[in-house]
């Protein structure tokens, strides 16, 4: 094989391993993890701040993903709607998909100490529910809740990044994020709801089937809904964010009506879509707010 030829091999796999984790999905949880660095530094952060807080979101989402891939490969290939992934498939090995993992690992752990004392501390703790989320689906029905944990770390790790603490609005933040991932998580696991009872693997959808999922999916949202207003006075927050409010409350509204009947055809436009737009409308309400009145 050729230099030229091993290259494009290389560029192959890591395009395959990105596509697998579905690398483009890092909007759901990057602009919460601006946000916080927003309000964190109540305006805008050092550009090395934000960099290495970016560094730290992409390694840390890239490992979890991977992870993510390589634990459930066998239960991938059995999975209908997900045997075209490309571990099941063969279009990416173990060994390569472990080799980016590690990688990915280290890329969070050395933005993490480029940040701070605090943040590179707390590395193995988001490190430990990474790993955990994996293996929730085969004892607990609440790995959706764990994910939320997963993601929730992105602002409350940001506002730690500019702060070197972690103060009550880092931890609401948190929370909405919590809410929000375990609301939309539990909508998206009713694909597999018949797989996943077949197989006696643990969810919200196999525990409370389609009718009682999609309620649960709505209460969890609407504590994200209530935790934003709990933000908004808690770190004195103005007009703009409250619009920001009303647009992520519409949007889930839309989400909500989109399955209201478990149509799941619809589901790329109600998880996909809906859900990168709340996090990116919510940046930038919070980045008016900041930036225009709140100072």
């Known amino acids: 094989m050729s230099s030229r030829q091993a290259g494009q091999t290389m560029f192959g796999k890591i395009f395959v391993f990105l596509e697998m984790i ?49 634990i459930d490969a ?6 209908p709607r997900t045997a075209g992934r490309a ?12 080799a980016y993992i590690l990688v990915a690992t280290l890329l969070m752990l050395a933005a993490a100490a480029m940040l701070n004392p605090l943040c590179l501390r707390l590395s193995p703790v988001a490190l430990f529910f990474l790993v955990l989320y994996s293996y929730c689906k085969r004892f607990t029905s609440l790995a959706h809740v764990v994910l939320g944990v997963c993601l929730a770390a992105a602002p409350m790790g940001a506002w ?6 972690i103060e009550t609005p880092a931890l609401i933040l948190g929370g909405v994020v919590l809410f929000w991932v375990a609301g939309f998580d539990i909508l998206y696991a009713l694909q597999d709801l018949e797989f996943d009872r077949s197989e006696g693997l643990h969810s919200i959808p196999v525990a409370l089937g389609l009718n009682g999922s999609l309620w ?10 209530a935790l934003l207003i ?14 920001g409010i009303a647009a992520a409350i519409a949007m889930l509204g839309y989400e909500h009506w989109l ?4 149509d799941l055809t619809k589901m790329d436009a109600a998880f996909f879509n809906m859900n990168g737009y709340i996090s990116v409308a919510l940046l930038l309400f919070t980045a008016l707010d900041v930036l225009l009145v709140s100072r």
């Open 216 to 225: 649960m999916a709505r209460a969890f949202h609407l504590v994200m809904i």
């Open 87 to 98: 571990i099941p498939a063969g279009l990416i090995s173990k060994g390569a998909t472990l």
């Open 259 to 262: 399955l209201k009947d478990g």
């Open 230 to 243: 709990w933000l908004k006075l808690s770190a004195g927050l103005g007009l703009f964010f409250l619009a």
């Open 22 to 70: 579905k690398f483009s999905h890092t909007v759901f949880a990057l602009p919460f993890a601006l946000t916080g660095a927003l309000l964190a530094a109540k305006g805008i952060p050092e550009v090395r701040q934000v960099f290495w807080i970016i560094m730290a979101m992409v390694g840390a989402r890239t490992a979890a993903m991977g992870m993510n891939r390589l």
């Open 160 to 165: 730690a990044a500019i702060r070197g603490t």
């Open 74 to 79: 066998a239960i991938d290939a059995r999975n």
